[in-house]
């Protein structure tokens, strides 16, 4: 298995950043679409357990559009051959004292590169 092939590499950096912006920008349309349309999707919030791809798109949905601004710091992005993928950073959103950290694992499906699990905490300020 090749780790970090320049190629795939890039793949998945471009997904990313995709994401980030549709991530601050509230795309729920772009954010519904990177994420893998599947039961097995799932995603630990700040705040909530989200169990499959229906409950992400109505979180999403239901998400308020302000103050989604943020810094991302210490962002590493790892590819593992040429179908699987994590990425994980931490983030800063402005007036607020505390550190926020993101894990995403990806995988190539039919459709593209899509967020199979997702995970967000914040740490203590």
């Not at 780790?3 to 795939?8: G, L, Q, Y």
């Not at 994401?19 to 772009?30: H, S």
């Not at 607020?96 to 950290?101: D, E, K, N, W």
């Amino acid at each position: 298995m090749e780790i970090n092939d320049a190629e795939v590499l890039a793949e998945v950096t471009a997904a990313f950043q995709s994401y980030e912006k549709a991530l601050v920008t509230n795309d729920v349309a772009m954010l519904d679409r990177l994420f893998w349309n599947s039961p097995h999707t799932l995603r630990y919030g700040a705040g909530e357990n989200l169990y499959g791809y229906d409950a992400i798109a109505a979180f999403r949905a239901g998400r308020p559009s302000v103050g989604l601004e943020r810094e991302l710091f210490n962002t590493v992005i790892t590819t593992y051959g040429r179908d699987f993928a994590t990425a994980n950073t931490e983030f800063r959103r402005e007036g607020s004292p505390r550190t926020g950290r993101q894990s995403q694992t990806w995988a190539r499906t039919p459709d593209g590169w899509r967020v199979v699990a997702a995970h967000v905490s914040l740490m203590a300020g």
